[in-house]
C-alpha cells in the first residue's frame, strides 16, 4: 500500500475487503476487484481477459511489483482499459492459489509470488508468470510491453488463445480423472530412504540440509526423530539436534523478541528472509518441545517458551485466535527492524554490557548485513550466537550465570528500544488450518514442558474457532470470523482436528473429541474421493475451479492428506472404530506410488506410516483426573518422547460414561485397589493392567 496519503484518492473495490493484503491494494489506481462473480460477469459481458495477480501481506516483491507496477496511472491505464483486475489473498483463498500456481509450474517448470495469471472469463489461463516488472529488464519482459501484446493478440488473433486454453484445459481435466501411482509400496525401505536422504544431504558445517535457500522444514525433523525412536540410529537423533541447536543460534531466529523467521539466505542460518509466518512457529515449537522429550536438553524447551511469548505478546487477537504472519519488511526495508549498528549498543547499554552483548552476538564494526543492490556492509547487524555461553564467560573471566544474567538484561533493554521503532506489518487474519496447527503444538508443549498455561491458550484458540462459525452453522469457515463466512478447505478440518485430539490428550475433555470425530466425519462425507482415494482440497459443493487439486507433498507447511492420514489412525485407535483406520489404509495405497517414488517430499504422511509400522501403542487410564496418582502416571507419560501412543482417561464414577460412548472397550477399564491403573495395549496385544507408573512405562517401551 502506497505510504503517502490517500485522503484525496478513490479507494476501488477492495476497500470492503477484510484481508490485509488485499486492503494494500484498495489505493492503487488499478481498478481491482476481489474474486467473484462482478468481476466475471464484467469480463464476459466486456469481453475481455482477466489480469489475475495472487500474493499475500508479507510477500517481499508482491510489495515491490505494487510499487514499481500498481500504483503507477499509466500502467493502471493500460490494465482498466483492456482487462478485468482481480487481486486475490493466497491465504484467504489457498484453493485458488493451489490451482494457478500448479498451472504456472506446468507452464513454466517453476512459480512462487506474486502470481501473475491472465486468464478467459471462463477462468481458463493462457500466460502464468511470477513476477513482472512494470518495463522490461534482461531476462524478464515488462507489463507495459507485454499487456499490450496480448491485448492484440486477444482482439485480432484470438483464434490462438483458443488454442492454448483448449491445450490448457484438456491436460489438467486428463490430470483430475488420473489416478495417483498406486504401484509402489510404502515399507520399512521407504522410510529408511527417506531417512537416507537427510543424512546424505546433511551440512556438517552449519546444520539443516542442503544449500540456501534455507527453509526449517520442521516436518523433516519430527520425521526423523521417530525415526530415530524406531530404529535407534543415533545419527537421526544428532541430526536433529545439531540443526535445531545451529537454527536457534543463528540469525533466522530474532534474538531480542523471539520467534523465528522464515529462513535462511545462507548455507549457516545467519541472514534470513525476515517475515514471520505462524505455521512456522508452530511446527517448531513441536519439534523443539519432542526433541526436549527426546533429550531433555534445556535449550530446546527455552526455545519453545520464547516462541510462545512471542506469539502470545505480538501474535494474538483480543480473542485468542492467532494472527497470520508479520511483514520483513518495515520503512519499506527488509530486515530494518531487526538490526543493529554496534554505536546504537554502546549508546543504550552500560559498557560491560555492551561488551559483553556485541561479543556475544558477534557484532562487528562494518555489519554482517549488505546492502540488497550493491552486496556492501551497511554498518547494520544482524544478531546470531557462534560460541557457547561458557566460552564467552571463560574469554571474559566469569561465571556463565553472570553472562547470562548480563544477556538477558541487554535483551530487554533492547526489546523495549526496539518497540519504539517503525514496526513491520502485521497480517491479522485468524485462519482455522492455521490456528488448528498451534492447538496442536501448544497442546503438545503443555503434556511436554508441563505448562498448564499453554494448555489454556489452546482451549481458548479452540473455543474461538468453534464457536464463532461451527457451532452457529455446524460448518467450519476458513476464516475465523463471526462475521464473514469463507468455505473452509481440506487443512482446515485436517489440523483443527489433529489439533483436538492433541487437547483431548491434554485435557481429557471428551467434548474435543467428540467434536474431533463429527468433524473427520464430514470431512469423508463431503472431501473424500470416492473414485480413487484420498481427499480433495475442496468441498463437494465448492467453487468449480480449473480442477480439483488433491494434494499430499508436504511443502513449507505440511499437506491436508498427511495430516488427515494420521487422525485417521489415532481416532480409529482411540475409538476402536477399525473403519476410520480402513480409510487411512486406502490413503496410503492411494498416494503409495507418489511417495515410495521421491519419499523425501512426503515427511509428514511417513511420520503417519512409521505409526503404522512400527511398534504402537494405546494407554487407557482408569482414574481420577485430580488424584496425585494419576497425575503422577500422566506425567510419566509426557516426559518421555513415546509418538506412536494414543492416550485415554476413563474417569473414575459417571463421569467416565463419557469416554465410554465414545470407545465401548473402556466399559470394564476400571481402578485396581482404589488406585489410578494404566491399562497398555503394544502392538495388537493387551497386557496385565497395572497401578505402577514404571511398570506401565517398561510395558511401553518394550522391544518386540
Known sequence: MNTDDNSNREPNRLIHEKSPYLLQHAYNPVDWYPWGDEAFKKAKDESKPIFLSIGYSTCHWCHVMERESFEHQDLADLINNHFVAIKVDREERPDIDAVYMEVCQAMNGNGGWPLTIIMTPEKVPFVAATYMPKESIPGRIGLMELLPQINDIWTKEHHKIDEQTSMISSHFAGQATRKPGENGTIDDNVLYLAFKHLKDTFDEENGGFGNSPKFPSPHNLMYLLRYWNRSGDERALEIVERTLSAMRSGGIYDHIGFGFHRYSTDNAWLVPHFEKMLYDQGMLAISYSEAY???????????????????????????????????????????????????????????????????????????????????????????????????????HNMEIEELESSIEKSRKKLFEVREKRV???????????????????????????????????????????????????????????????????????????????????????????????????????????????????????????????????????PSGNSVAFSNLIRLGRMTGNTELEKKAYEIMKTFSGTISAIPIGYTQFLSGVNFILAPSSEVVIAGDLNSEDTKLMLSN?????????????????????????????????????GKATAYVCRNLSCKEPTTDPEKMMQLLKAKE
Open 293 to 395: 522429550q527426546a533429550t531433555g536438553n534445556p535449550e530446546f524447551a527455552n526455545t519453545v517458551k520464547e516462541i510462545f511469548e512471542y506469539l502470545e505478546r505480538d501474535m494474538t487477537s483480543p480473542e485468542g485466535g492467532f494472527y497470520c504472519a508479520e511483514d520483513a519488511d518495515s520503512e519499506g526495508v527488509e530486515g530494518k527492524f531487526y538490526i543493529w549498528d554496534i554505536d546504537e549498543i554502546k549508546g543504550i547499554l552500560e559498557e560491560t554490557d555492551a561488551e559483553l552483548f556485541i561479543d556475544h552476538f558477534n557484532m562487528e564494526n562494518n555489519g554482517n548485513f549488505l546492502d540488497e543492490s550493491t552486496r556492501t556492509p551497511t554498518g547494520k547487524n544482524i544478531l546470531h550466537i557462534k560460541a557457547g555461553p561458557d566460552e564467552i564467560a571463560r574469554k
Open 423 to 557: 514496526h513491520p506489518s502485521k497480517d491479522d487474519k485468524v485462519l482455522t488450518d492455521w490456528n488448528g496447527l498451534m492447538i496442536a503444538s501448544l497442546a503438545i508443549a503443555s503434556r511436554a514442558l508441563g505448562e498448564k498455561r499453554y494448555e489454556t491458550l489452546a482451549k481458548r484458540c479452540a473455543d474461538l474457532i468453534l464457536t464463532s462459525t461451527y457451532m452457529r452453522t455446524g460448518r467450519l469457515s476458513h476464516l475465523c470470523s463471526e462475521t464473514t463466512e469463507t468455505p473452509a478447505f481440506l487443512e482446515d478440518h485436517a489440523f483443527l482436528i489433529w489439533g483436538l485430539i492433541e487437547l483431548y490428550e491434554t485435557t481429557f475433555e471428551t467434548s474435543y473429541l467428540n467434536t474431533a470425530l463429527k468433524l473427520n466425519e464430514y470431512l469423508l462425507d463431503n472431501y473424500w474421493d470416492d473414485e480413487n482415494g484420498g481427499f480433495y482440497q475442496t468441498a463437494n459443493t465448492s467453487e468449480s475451479l480449473l480442477f480439483r487439486k488433491k494434494e499430499v507433498y508436504d511443502g513449507a507447511i
Open 637 to 673: 507419560l509426557h516426559q518421555e518422547y513415546l509418538p506412536n501412543k494414543i492416550v485415554m482417561l476413563k474417569a473414575s464414577g459417571t463421569d467416565g460414561n463419557a469416554i465410554t460412548r465414545i470407545a465401548e472397550y473402556t466399559e470394564n477399564l476400571v481402578m485396581k485397589d
